[in-house]
């Protein structure tokens, strides 16, 4: 069912059920009936109030009926009260302010990123605000144009004491496409809960620079693996009956040695290179499902910043793509234009060009005057003509018809302390928590460790107590985060193990950032807390040290300039390892660490990322064998920033050694290898590959291919496997990518268990771009690889396309 009809179907319960009640005066007519709303309040139903009309007729009707002031305003956003509005419920002064005419969207309003909010909890008061706020767009707005509500939500709703997930690097690692389409839809009940109608999510930024803060918010670094999760949490939100819009559009995350904040981004990519990798997940997610929303982004490509350009926003996402919703400024996108690409000479001028090329609504932290005032001046003096300015209405007023605002726009009250954190929610955020993590090492089968052969543990690392290394932004808010020491006491409780408790360290020295590049001894105090930590060591069985990072070292505007562990955490990483016990590393972060001692020294290492509300759970339900970790890196770890840019995938040979043999041999200057590969990680069980077949017919245009094989547990305890299926093109007219993930799949597997499993390859898993600039697949042979990782193959075959 769409979400159009599902709407349709709740205007049978009569919109008046769900109108906030208020006293009618005589002079005041009743607008609402069964069945529609007389939004303009005129006593008769006029097409666009008309829900069995065509939304197309609707529209047309509507945009017929409005002055220029109604028209502009459905082009810009109002943040919420503590952000931009000064009133968190309508006054009287509304009816003097700019909404008088109406408003596009207003953004987190309420949800408790701004403390003054008074209504963010409990949620059906929160719900009662905002159908107040919609109320007075409805009934004290000459035609009733109904506001839309927007959140952001890439990690769970960003609302007070919504369900918390991990961040989307570590829901990148559980590579399971059908648990990340689960918490789609958990965001989108939510979100329709709390009265929200457009969430910003997810990410689809790909990330291929790990220095980058931002990092932390993307699905990783495979354009393939994050179009597989873009779709499936698109499709979980949208059955939810909200609408979701696509963050950052386009090139956002391929900032010059990987900075963030106050620079201009200035990505430096060939244009093959910025289609097949970084557009590839927006092209896929719009073209796959009803995407009625995207973010346009900060940065330029090749001088021409994506705000202002026809080509990004129209030629591409409109006409090529196919997207019909509304394009939505990323903050001050629009002011950049002039104040930082300086491609236009005053705000104004930045206005006409961002309008121009596609831009419908303008959302900033200032007030809406800021957008409007210029905007208006533009259309008075013809700079922008009613034909255009109706255009970018007419985007926005289709998301809003098919979100249902003009036939339901009333949420219930009492529904969303029924729905936002439940029981089941929070059950999948446990489930989320563990298959995020990913195990990295584990020498002589430390792990799982044993209770019943444990006296003492010490629980040790700046992180283990540390909530602020479990979340990130951009998601549930006021979560009660489950540290990682807090959730090994809690497995403990009624064993009989003693857990210990020490910090070592602080997260960061005192001279962090500048420690990152000079090396700043330790203090006195610092030498005492290692000493401290190392004398608790030697009384226990076992070491799980806590290190890695929080939400003051990554995210936005949070990019790093060393990919080591920050601060003096090698210091005690170095003196716990010299004692003879089982170390075993818990890394909590989000850049991707290069963790060389720890590989060398530690007994055994799992990376938790920042793993939401209940990671201290998971982590306790690995360490102690509950759970068998089956994540998989969604990014190539580092030996060294040095490397960079070392990613999956690469062209053929741009990441090999240097010469060590014949006339120029002399290459031994360099550290080649990754840490860990993309699509590494390990298990407490083994798996076998066997009895690999491809079949089928496949032309350049159309046809496919089926390959199929078995995979078998062969270990002793049930556990979770992730084949992966890579294509090679051996000879093509432009040079590709060495190796091209085209299919994976998490499956649980019992002792023994075998089961055949079997992707499909299509023509447009194969395409390279060519001279003409077209997508083509070309004829010629071709190469599948089935394994564990992208340096890991078990099985090998080919196929050949000759028509």
Known sequence: MTMTMRMKMLVCIAVVLLA???????????????????FNKNGEKDIYEDFTEPIESRIENLISLMTTEEKTMQMVTLYGYGRVAEDEIPTPDWKNELWKDGLANIDEASNGVSEKAQYTFPYSKH?????????????????????????????????????????????????????????????????FALGYHNIYSPVLDVARDQRWGRIVESFGEDPFLVSEYGVQISKGLQEQGVVNSLKHYAIYSAPKGGRDGHVRLDPHLSWRDMHQMYLYPFKRTIQETDIMGVMSSYNDYDGEPITGSHYFLTELLRDTYGFKGYVVSDSDALAYLYSKHKVVGSYKQAVLKAVTAGLNVRTTFNHPKNFIEPLRELVAEGSISQDLLNQRVREVLLVKFKEGLFDNPYRNEKNADEVVYNSNHKALSLKASQESIVLLKNDKRTLPLDKNKLSGILVCGPTAQSTSSSISRYGAL????????????????????????????????????????????????????????????????????????????????????????PGHQKNLLKALSKLDKPLIVVLLNGHPLSINFADRRADAILEAWFPGEFGGQAIAEILFGDYNPGGKLPVTVLRSVGQIPFNFPYKRDSQLGQAKEGPNGTGESRVVTELYPFGYGLSYT??????????????????????????????????????????????????????????????????????????????????????????????????????????????????????
Request: net charge negative; charged share 30%.
């Open 686 to 803: 083994s798996f076998d590959y066997d009895d690999l077949k491809v079949h089928g017919d496949i032309s350049t245009t159309a046809g496919k291919l089926s390959v199929s094989f078995t995979v078998k547990n062969t270990g002793k305890i049930a556990g979770d496997v992730v084949p992966q299926l890579y294509v090679n093109d051996e000879i093509s007219s432009r040079t590709t990518y060495e190796w091209q993930l085209r299919g994976f799949k998490r499956i649980h597997l019992k002792p023994n268990e075998m089961r055949k499993v079997e992707f499909e390859i299509y023509p447009k898993d194969l395409e390279l771009i060519d001279d003409n600039r077209d997508f083509v697949v070309e004829k010629g042979d071709f190469n599948i690889a089935i394994g564990n990782s992208s340096k890991d193959f078990r099985l090998k075959d080919s196929f050949k396309i000759e028509k």
């Open 478 to 565: 006021q979560s009660k985060i489950v540290s990682g020491h807090q959730g090994i006491v809690e497995y403990l409780k009624g064993s009989k193990v003693e857990v210990a408790y020490e910090k070592g360290v602080d997260i960061k020295d005192a001279h962090w950032p500048d420690s990152e590049v000079f090396d700043v001894p330790l203090e006195t105090e610092e030498e005492k807390m290692i000493a401290n930590a190392v004398n608790e060591a030697q009384q226990s069985d076992a070491v799980i040290l806590f290190l890695g990072e929080d939400e003051t070292m990554v995210g936005e505007n949070l990019s790093r300039t060393s990919l080591d562990l």
């Open 20 to 38: 906030p009640k208020q006293e009618m005066t005589a002079q005041q007519k009743p607008i609402y009936h069964k069945g529609w709303i007389d």
């Open 127 to 191: 719900v009662w605000a905002l159908n107040q706020i919609q109320q007075f767009f409805i009934e004290d707005t000459r035609l009733g144009i109904p506001v839309e509500f927007t959140n952001e939500g890439i990690r769970g709703l960003n609302h007070v004491k919504a369900t918390s997930f991990p961040a989307q690097i570590g829901m990148g690692a559980t590579w399971n496409p059908d648990l990340v389409y689960k918490v789609g839809q958990v965001i989108g009940k939510e979100a």
